[in-house]
């Protein structure tokens, strides 16, 4: 899956998840559970959703009460993207298992599919910076302003597809070594996180 794939998928997501505009909306069943491609649906669903999660959570006049629940649904979301990340790089890893390295050969400053985070996380800003920048009740300068923004992350969407791109080729020729850390993340691990193992004392 190189960039313009994973992109398609991601503005489908994006597509799709705006038809509602809810962020208790259903994720729709478009591609095989497992496939690579339910991957990036799901990934590209989970940003989308935490990106509305976001918003909510920063209105001045929420309750406390519902803030905090929305706070709690966005520490599992984090989780939720970080799992669906690694089973990612397992599609990478997989594809390029069998590729005999090069003497010399050197890792990237992060794995593919973070990678693939990163281009979701910009397919969900490029369509929010777009909706800005075609708003009707906003004056001249917002709309100027958020068109300048918006130039820059086109920019930087062909700048990180191509350099994604790279990558996936450096692998398939054994220029580059494909090596995950796993996150590890401890907020949520009621045996790693002394608030929740404290309290079950």
């Not at 004056?139 to 790279?166: G, P, R, W």
Request: proline share 3%; with cysteine.
């Amino acid at each position: 899956m190189n960039a313009k794939e994973c992109i398609t998928i991601f503005n489908e997501s994006i597509i799709d998840y705006h038809q509602t505009d809810h962020v208790d909306a259903v994720m729709p069943e478009k591609y095989d559970h497992g496939s690579i491609e339910y991957l990036l649906y799901l990934k590209n669903w989970i940003d989308t959703v935490q990106w509305h999660l976001e918003d909510i959570v920063r209105d001045p006049a929420i309750d406390p009460t519902y803030g905090m629940e929305i706070k709690r649904r966005i520490d599992k979301s984090n989780q939720h993207r970080t799992d669906t990340v690694e089973h990612l790089d397992d599609y990478y890893i997989n594809l390029y298992k069998n590729v005999e390295p090069k003497d010399g050969v050197t890792i990237n400053t992060e794995s593919p599919a973070w990678v693939v985070d990163r281009l979701s996380i910009l397919c969900l800003k490029i369509y929010h910076m777009q909706e800005q920048a075609n708003r009707t009740d906003a004056s001249q300068d917002h709309l100027a302003k958020c068109q300048l923004k918006l130039n820059i992350l086109l920019e930087q969407k062909s700048d990180l597809s191509a350099s994604f791109d790279e990558l996936l080729n450096d692998y398939q020729n054994g220029n580059k070594l494909i090596k995950v850390y796993r996150q590890m993340k401890m907020y949520n691990d009621d045996s790693l996180n002394p608030v929740l193992y404290n309290a079950k004392k």
